[in-house]
């Protein structure tokens, strides 16, 4: 794919994002509320049991664009740290937010102001205290390595022109002994790239998807394990929506651009976040950083 080619279709993709935002928004100053962005049965709130929904803001509800609900198969913890990619409107960061708890942390990501703006608004709506929304690309993910218990994803990798790094990104940003738990569309391995293509457009989830043998062997190479690709319903002739689950390793195996191989980095836990500790509790993390002689430096 040219780069030219790639900057349009990212450039759809977020203009397509940004009207959904907007539709939704400007649905809440009307009398009757936020009209759904989706009526397509398999995508859209639809996924969700109905006591999630009730328990959201309308806006939230009304702007879930996803193929699935990754939040109900992630088996999220109290206490852990949740990224999800692509996070829209932020149904699924509020979700998660509840299930972590107050000790748990829950960021949500997104490449369109529009929709952070949403997202923001609705976190604001529910009171959600442990959520985070960041300004970026799920390609180049603006945390630091090793911080991230789950990353969670809704039909959103499909859309990315370049997965490879998606998927170097997840892996990078993730704890040893992390794990991925995504929703995602994904095709038959005999469909050819035009034959997806002729299901549906690169912004509707379809056109861009991988097939099951491609989305496994990416995950792979990035340095994941124990992957699984579940279909759950057909979305299109040979293309489903799909649960994906996989664990970055706890020791001794690193993927393209992580040399990280224990519990840590640097010596300390939580490397360059507010929660980082000294792994020898006989020294500040200060110190432990120091020492080691890695990356992680103030």
């Known amino acids: 794919m040219s780069e030219q080619t790639s900057t349009d279709l990212r450039e759809t993709v977020r203009q397509r994002y940004a009207a959904a935002a907007v539709k939704v928004t400007e649905g809440t100053a009307a009398c009757c509320g936020p009209e759904p962005v989706e009526v397509d049965e398999n995508f859209g709130s639809t996924r969700y049991a109905a006591d999630e929904r009730d328990a959201l803001p309308a806006e939230a509800v009304a702007a879930s664009l996803g193929c699935g609900n990754p939040t109900a198969v992630a ?31 829950a960021y949500g990501l997104d490449m369109t102001e529009e929709m952070l703006a949403l997202a923001l608004a609705n976190a604001e709506k529910a009171g959600a205290t442990n959520v985070e929304f960041l300004k970026g690309a799920i390609e180049a993910v603006p945390l630091p390595a090793n911080t991230i218990d789950v990353v969670i994803s809704n039909c959103v990798i499909n859309l990315s022109v370049d997965k490879p790094a998606v998927f170097a990104e997840t892996f990078r940003v993730l704890r040893p002994g992390g794990r991925i738990g995504v929703s995602d569309v994904v095709a038959d391995d005999a469909l050819t790239t035009e034959q997806r293509a002729e299901r549906g457009d690169y912004v509707g989830c379809i056109a861009g998807a991988l097939s099951f043998a491609e989305y496994r062997a990416g995950l792979e190479a990035a340095g994941f394990t124990d992957v699984e690709i579940t279909p759950t319903h057909q979305v299109a002739d040979g293309m489903h929506s799909a649960i994906v689950r996989a664990n970055k390793p706890h020791t001794g195996v690193t993927g393209p651009d992580d040399s990280t191989t224990d519990d840590s980095c640097c010596g300390v836990t939580a490397c ?6 000294a792994t020898d509790p006989s020294v500040t993390a200060g110190v432990a950083r120091s020492t080691a002689e890695c990356g992680c430096h103030d």
Do not use: Y
């Open 272 to 277: 360059c976040t507010p929660a980082e500790q």
């Open 75 to 105: 088996e999220l913890r109290e206490g852990e740290r949740v990224l999800d990619l692509g996070s829209g409107g932020g149904i699924d960061v509020l979700l998660s937010a509840r299930r972590v708890g107050p000790t748990g942390k």
